[in-house]
């Protein structure tokens, strides 16, 4: 008989985790203003509201921590990791920051003005938000075939060339600093960007004098879909897909948090260097010197074997097999998810789920409550709270999609918490009905709301 499939790794240190009561949820809920960001950790069971910096190092990158050269400028650590960066991405230049909304931060710090449009494909929160509060403005030419959950295109993250056009039609270039191509696109449901796309789209950018730039946080995972689904693409290796997905672009910012498979770090690839030049300002006024950048060595040692690790076949099948697990699971109990399954999460469609609940009642929210509720796990909203206010008119945006995520940790959870998961979210299905009311907002920050909102029920 066939042998079954297992994981190309084995457990060496385990964490224990409390399983509290629906009464104790319930109360912390409630002092937590209905806010999933507000509960402590030890009120988690099942933890998925994000896969950034959450997953399990491997035995070679806690060695590498060892490692570390602390040095304050020019370290070893520094020079390991960038010629890791290059190896991979081709990018010469690097500026190592302490997370991915820092890289965006010093980068678009040195390329984005007031008035500017960015278009791209579902742009994230704190991606939105950088350009917001430098009073730009984030365009989303995503293909159509994302916002419909049940639509089997292999690539949702894919940009659409005619609404990009649109854009460099519409616009002078000089208010277009560059297109922004999120690999994989976490707003869409952690969907690929196929390779035929991103060297269209360089083309396309090319002949408007338009940089392009990677949002990469997801880059392996993004090149691990090409080689399953892309034709002629299957033989190639995942660290060749990797380079030619960013010899496409001119640079890259990076959370290292997601497949640097580190718990802390970020950095900035380029190949321009007058735009090295202007972001390395950036980087020492906000970040540190520019070969640590709001790194420790020893992270950036780690991070170096991390990137290595995650652009590596075995790993990503073993990680995104779990993801597609978890989601063939819930749509075998008749849950409402984006399909194809994504890379680094499950995404339930909440409108499709409480079709009773007001989108002014942000059933995302209210759906990733009633799974606390109903087992100790924790998810998060991609919907109207996320979507945040237009900064003009003030009013919610309403997204195409209203998403709550299950955002699996890499290396970190077992099939039996897969299972554990689908079996609570089919409990919250079948009482569906009875969830009429959703969540009003008691208090708001001026933007990305998502992370501090206060709630209270309707």
Known sequence: MDLPYAEPFRIKMIEEIYQSTREEREKWLKEANYNLFNLKSSQVFIDLLTDSGTGAMSDRQWGALMTGDESYAGSQSFEQLQQTVQNITGYQYLLPTHQGRAAENVLFSALIKDGDIVPGNSHFDTTKGHIEIRKAHAVDCTIDEAFDINDLHPFKGNICLKKLENIYKIYPT???????????????????????????????????????????????????????????????????????MFSYGDGMTMSSKKDGLVNIGGFIALNNKEIFRAASNFTIIYEGFITYGGMAGRDMAALAVGLNEATEFAYLEARISQVEYLGNKLIEYGIPVQKPIGGHAVFIDSLHFLPHVSREEFPAQTLGLEIYKEAGIRTVEIGTLLADRDPQTRENRYPKLELVRLAIPRRTYTNNHMDYIAAAIKNVYERRNEITRGYQITWEPEILRHFTVQLEEA
């Open 174 to 244: 000089e208010k277009i600093p560059f297109c922004l191509v999120t690999i994989t696109c976490n707003s869409s449901g952690g969907q690929p960007v196929s390779l035929e796309n991103m060297k269209a789209v360089k083309e396309l950018s090319d002949r408007y004098g338009i940089p392009v730039f990677f949002d990469s946080a997801r880059f392996a995972e993004n090149a691990y879909f090409i080689k399953k689904r892309e034709k002629g693409q299957e033989n190639r290796s995942i660290k060749d897909i990797c380079k030619e």
